[in-house]
């Protein structure tokens, strides 16, 4: 009886693996790529530490547009200007989709010290994103803020780690009580948050009379009824939990690179002071037209935007139908991972593409111009929808604070680590920084 049992279950094993092999297979004329493993694909040829870099190196032996496994799903890594704008930009309709099966998309569907300034920028990007959904600031010790900083912060920790990469790779583990049960317990009690939210903007709201986001969303849905209407309160939720993730941890972790560089740049600093000092003499705020006065200040800011690099990966796309890519197959329904970092850092389209320098945004001249390479917000009709709020905030805050203030590097803190954290977005590494009121603000 033992015996039978153990022949059964070989038996059961040879044809799951079997089944599991011609999975894994490439399809004729389907991008190349590195030879499977079963069960985890190509992910335990991906290191965690520094995915970027193994993509790279992949793209150097097989080429602007290759294949991976994710488990048994193949995905296709489109690398390089050219490349990506033929994907994006001239094929936009065919690469347009959005992957359903990935952690992130469950995830989003569920309902004189120096100072270390992480938690600072966080709360602030968070704090800009609830004056556009709610009309509401809050002080940075408020259970509000720290609830969803705490959240987003949790879960683009978890997105990148191995914990994501078994809930992509095997899906028969996803309801299992695993770690990544975590990010979704905390994504619901944002939910239920938000629900909140919701009933008291239903109580106060005036239709037609819209004070932020939610009450345009409340208006529209009043308007269409519930006949074949797209417009739901669960999807409302779910919209505003994607915006405040979005809107926050991206923008967050570009000011903290951005700082980083400009506290180790001091000559830098001093340049974009004495630009601002300039145009807004005799202006107690900036405002974003000002930009326009101010040719180092935006070259800066851009730099930045390339260098942090936040979002590298973009947000996956997938196909709608068969198509081409560079002279390759892809079927309808795989999964389009833009690899946005081979562009930002890309020879040939940045007079110093692996340096901080402002100069890859300045003409002969000294004004201001923008290389076609500058995709940090991706490329066609998916790009960021929050790229226009971004760059506004994003400016101000440099602005107000390079006038206000000076930025300092410690002496005792050695050399400054560039290292990226991955998450869902990039990071860098914690550090602390000295901030001193410049005198004339006295």
């Keep these: 009886m033992f015996g039978s049992f153990i022949l059964v279950w070989l038996a059961f094993c040879l044809v799951f693996f079997f089944v599991w092999i011609r999975k894994l297979r490439r399809d004729k004329n389907f991008p190349p790529g590195p030879r499977p493993f079963p069960i985890f694909g190509n992910l335990l040829q991906i290191t965690l530490e520094n995915p970027l ?10 080429g602007d547009v290759f294949s991976l496994f994710i488990g048994s799903t193949p995905v296709v890594v489109i690398n390089g200007l050219e490349a990506i704008k033929e994907a994006l930009v001239t094929k936009a309709a065919d690469f347009s989709g959005r992957p ?6 469950h995830l989003i569907q569920q309902k004189g010290k120096t100072m270390n300034p992480h938690v600072l920028f966080h709360n602030a990007a968070n704090n800009i994103i609830c004056q556009v959904l709610f009309g509401t600031r809050h002080n940075y010790d408020d259970e509000f803020i720290k609830l969803f900083v705490g959240i987003f912060k949790e879960v683009s920790k978890c997105l990148n780690g191995p914990w994501a990469m078994l809930y992509d790779s095997v899906p028969i583990v996803r309801r299992l009580p695993l770690p990544f049960q975590k990010s979704f317990k905390m994504i619901r009690a944002g939910h239920l948050k938000l629900r909140e939210l919701v009933v008291e903007h239903k109580k106060t709201r005036v239709p037609g009379k819209p004070r932020d986001f939610l009450d345009c969303y409340l208006d529209e849905l009043e308007k269409s009824g519930t006949n074949d209407s797209t417009f739901s309160e669960e999807q409302l939720i779910g919209y505003v939990m994607d915006l405040q993730f ?4 991206t923008t967050s972790n570009t000011l903290l690179y951005g700082f980083l560089y400009l506290v180790n740049y001091p000559q830098i600093q001093e340049r974009c002071l004495q630009e601002i000092e300039r145009v807004l003499e005799g202006k107690e705020q900036a405002t974003f037209e000002d930009r326009h006065q101010m040719p180092y200040v935006q070259a800066v800011a851009h730099e930045i935007f390339r260098i942090a690099n936040t979002a590298p990966l973009s947000v996956f796309h997938c196909t709608t139908k068969d198509t081409q890519l560079k002279g390759y197959s892809i079927p309808r329904g795989t999964v389009i991972i833009p690899n946005l970092s081979s562009v930002l850092f890309e020879r040939g389209q940045w007079k110093f593409p692996h340096e901080f320098n402002p100069e890859n945004f300045l003409d002969e001249q000294g004004q201001f111009v923008k290389p076609e390479a500058f995709l940090p917000f991706s490329a066609g009709p998916r790009m960021c929808l929050g790229e226009g709020l971004a760059r506004m905030e994003f400016f101000l805050i440099l602005v107000t604070l390079l006038r206000r203030f000076q930025f300092i590097w410690p002496e005792d ?8 954290v991955f998450g869902s977005v990039i990071s860098p590494k914690p550090y602390h920084m000295h901030i001193r009121l410049r005198q004339d603000t006295q």
């Design 100 to 105: 359903k099966e990935l952690m992130i998309n």
């Design 413 to 420: 803190a050695g050399q400054p680590d560039y290292t990226p």
């Design 53 to 62: 870099e193994d993509l790279g190196k992949l793209a150097e032996c097989y």
């Design 246 to 249: 979005a809107g926050t941890d």
